[in-house]
Structures are given as structure tokens and as C-alpha cells.
């Protein structure tokens, strides 16, 4: 009898020390934690927030998906990462948009093996105005392209079809085309790839123009548009940038190009995708846009 007792005991004691070497889930909730820097932050639409983001888990990490959703509605995601180790710390910036009021949640949702922990940082849109305007991607289409119009107006972002376009020369400040030289460009409608002659393009009609703006373009080192809160940084992107020129070609998807339009307006050009492009005059391209007002 006294035998089956130590056996019991035995028995027992590796139960309760199988218990206490699970860390999956402690007592009181989830091993994550997850701390956001601001909580609260107020801000105007096209200012960039920093929010700042501390991991610790005891397990190793899986990911994090970053999430927004605008009064109170529902969530859109953003971005997400694939983590790894117990540890990690990441500053996400996050572009304010234009144009609505309220508050902007901001959902931090990490994840390891068998645990979810979420953090959020509120963004309160400010009375103040931003300076400059934040658009979102369009599409443009080469002068031969069916989808979609090849003249781009910053001021409004619009885009206009050779039709549209002759009646609203003075907002066009870029045009789209994929060439066999200059492959995807962006050019001023001033600019010499548009004429008569055997190397310019001429199905446009921008050579009948009695407007044609001088919009022009420089090369930038930016990859995001996360360091820009003013029109003044933009400008300074613009004056930074590279040689100045009627038209920017060889543009490669990612890519962030300056511009001044020929009313004196500082803008930023992101290169969001292109496709299809050819020497038939075919091809399209998504881009957005920060431009001063």
C-alpha cells in the first residue's frame, strides 16, 4: 500500500510541474504585449503620423497586422509583417487623408503561435487645414491604350481623354505615354515628344493646343510619401531632386518623381504600378499624387 502511494505522489508532482512549464497562456491573459506610441494624437488630413510600436511576447512572434477604420467604421487593413523572436520594435507611419473629419482608429493586431493581442493609437483630425492635397491612385493609358485617358490635371485629379482634354488644356500638367526609347514617361504638355514628326506622337492633338503647359519634372531619392506633412516639404523634395526636365522617362514602378506645374505648384508623383506598355503606344499606369494647393 505504501508503495502505491509513492507512486501516486509521483504521479502527482510531474502533473503539477507539467503545468507550470506552459507559458502559452499565462494567468491573467495573453503573453503579448503590445505598446503603441502616441495613443492619442491629433492631426490634419495630409500630415504624417509616426506611431511607434514596442513587441514583447514569451512565445516567438508570428505577425502583426496593421488595420484603420475612419469614424467609427469598419476596418480596412494596411499593412502586415511577418515577425520572429520574442521581441521587436517598428515605427509605422501612417498618411493622414484629405478631406474628412472625426477620429481615425489605428488597430495593431499581433499574433504568435496560439494567442492574439491588440493595441490601438486614435488619430483626431485637427481644425487646421493642410496646405497641400493628397490623392489617391488613377489610372493613365498610352495615346493607342482603349482604358483610359492619357492627360492628368493635378489641381483636381482628373484625367481626361483626347476628347476632354482640348477643352481643358490649361488644367492638363502631364501626359502619359510608353515609347520605345523613353519607355514610361510622364511629360509636360509643352514638351517635344508631341508634334508632327516621324519621332513624336501626334494622335494626341496636343500640337493643335494654343495652351500647353510647362510642367516640370525632376528625379527624387523618396520611396514613400511618409516624411511629407507641408507643401514645403515637397518643395524641398522638388529642389532637391535632379537635373530639371520637360518630361521624366524610364519610370519604374515604386518610384517617386517632382514636379512644378507652370502655375508654380510644387507636387510629388508616386509611380503606384504599370503594365502592358509597348511600342504600339499601348500600356497603363496607376499613380498618386501630393500637391500643393
Same mark, same amino acid.
Given at each position: *500500500?505504501?508503495?502505491?502511494?509513492?507512486?501516486?505522489?509521483?504521479?502527482?508532482?510531474?502533473?503539477?510541474?507539467?503545468?507550470? =512549464?506552459?507559458?502559452?497562456?499565462?494567468?491573467?491573459?495573453?503573453? $503579448? /504585449?503590445?505598446?503603441?506610441?502616441?495613443?492619442? !494624437?491629433? /492631426?490634419?488630413?495630409?500630415? =504624417?503620423?509616426?506611431?511607434?510600436?514596442?513587441?514583447?511576447? @514569451?512565445?516567438?512572434?508570428?505577425?502583426?497586422?496593421?488595420?484603420?477604420?475612419?469614424?467609427?467604421?469598419?476596418? &480596412?487593413?494596411? &499593412?502586415?509583417? #511577418?515577425? #520572429?523572436?520574442?521581441?521587436?520594435?517598428?515605427?509605422?507611419?501612417?498618411? !493622414?487623408?484629405?478631406?474628412?473629419?472625426?477620429?481615425?482608429?489605428?488597430?495593431?493586431?499581433?499574433?504568435? %503561435?496560439?494567442?492574439?493581442?491588440? %493595441?490601438? =493609437?486614435?488619430?483626431? $483630425?485637427?481644425?487646421?487645414?493642410?496646405?497641400?492635397?493628397?490623392?489617391?491612385?488613377?489610372?493613365?493609358?498610352?495615346?493607342?491604350?482603349?482604358?483610359?485617358?492619357?492627360?492628368?490635371?493635378?489641381?483636381?485629379?482628373?484625367?481626361?481623354?483626347?476628347?476632354?482634354?482640348?477643352?481643358?488644356?490649361?488644367?492638363?500638367?502631364?501626359?502619359?505615354?510608353?515609347?520605345?526609347?523613353? @519607355?514610361?514617361?510622364?511629360?509636360?504638355? #509643352?514638351?517635344?515628344?508631341?508634334?508632327?514628326?516621324?519621332?513624336?506622337?501626334?494622335?494626341?492633338?496636343?500640337?493643335?493646343?494654343?495652351?500647353?503647359?510647362?510642367?516640370?519634372?525632376?528625379?527624387?531619392?523618396?520611396?514613400?510619401?511618409? #516624411? $511629407?506633412?507641408? /507643401?514645403?516639404?515637397? &518643395?524641398?523634395?522638388?529642389?532637391?531632386?535632379?537635373? !530639371?526636365?520637360?518630361? &521624366?522617362? *524610364?519610370?519604374? @514602378?515604386?518610384?517617386?518623381?517632382?514636379?512644378?506645374? %507652370? %502655375?508654380?505648384?510644387?507636387?510629388?508623383?508616386?509611380?503606384?504600378?504599370?503594365?502592358?506598355?509597348?511600342?504600339?503606344? @499601348?500600356?497603363? *499606369?496607376?499613380? *498618386?499624387?501630393?500637391?500643393?494647393?
Amino acid at each position: *500500500m505504501r508503495k502505491m502511494r509513492f507512486v501516486y505522489l509521483l504521479f502527482a508532482s510531474a502533473i503539477v510541474l507539467g503545468a507550470c =512549464s506552459k507559458t502559452d497562456t499565462p494567468p491573467g491573459g495573453s503573453p $503579448i /504585449a503590445v505598446t503603441l506610441t502616441p495613443t492619442a !494624437v491629433t /492631426a490634419n488630413g495630409g500630415d =504624417s503620423v509616426g506611431i511607434a510600436c514596442t513587441i514583447t511576447d @514569451q512565445n516567438n512572434l508570428k505577425d502583426v497586422v496593421i488595420s484603420e477604420s475612419l469614424n467609427g467604421g469598419s476596418s &480596412a487593413q494596411l &499593412a502586415s509583417y #511577418s515577425l #520572429s523572436g520574442k521581441s521587436y520594435q517598428f515605427t509605422y507611419y501612417y498618411h !493622414v487623408p484629405t478631406g474628412i473629419t472625426g477620429s481615425i482608429v489605428i488597430t495593431f493586431t499581433v499574433d504568435d %503561435a496560439n494567442n492574439t493581442q491588440t %493595441a490601438t =493609437s486614435t488619430i483626431t $483630425i485637427g481644425a487646421g487645414a493642410s496646405d497641400f492635397n493628397s490623392y489617391s491612385a488613377v489610372l493613365l493609358g498610352s495615346y493607342s491604350d482603349p482604358n483610359a485617358g492619357s492627360f492628368y490635371a493635378s489641381s483636381n485629379n482628373d484625367v481626361y481623354t483626347v476628347s476632354t482634354a482640348n477643352t481643358n488644356q490649361g488644367l492638363i500638367d502631364m501626359v502619359f505615354y510608353f515609347g520605345a526609347t523613353n @519607355q514610361y514617361t510622364l511629360a509636360a504638355p #509643352s514638351d517635344a515628344s508631341f508634334g508632327t514628326n516621324s519621332n513624336q506622337i501626334s494622335s494626341l492633338g496636343i500640337q493643335n493646343w494654343t495652351t500647353r503647359n510647362a510642367t516640370s519634372f525632376r528625379s527624387t531619392t523618396l520611396s514613400d510619401f511618409s #516624411s $511629407i506633412t507641408k /507643401a514645403a516639404d515637397i &518643395a524641398t523634395a522638388y529642389n532637391a531632386g535632379g537635373t !530639371v526636365d520637360t518630361k &521624366a522617362n *524610364m519610370l519604374a @514602378q515604386g518610384s517617386i518623381i517632382a514636379f512644378q506645374t %507652370a %502655375a508654380g505648384k510644387y507636387g510629388l508623383c508616386k509611380i503606384v504600378d504599370e503594365s502592358n506598355g509597348n511600342t504600339s503606344g @499601348q500600356g497603363e *499606369m496607376h499613380i *498618386m499624387v501630393d500637391v500643393q494647393k
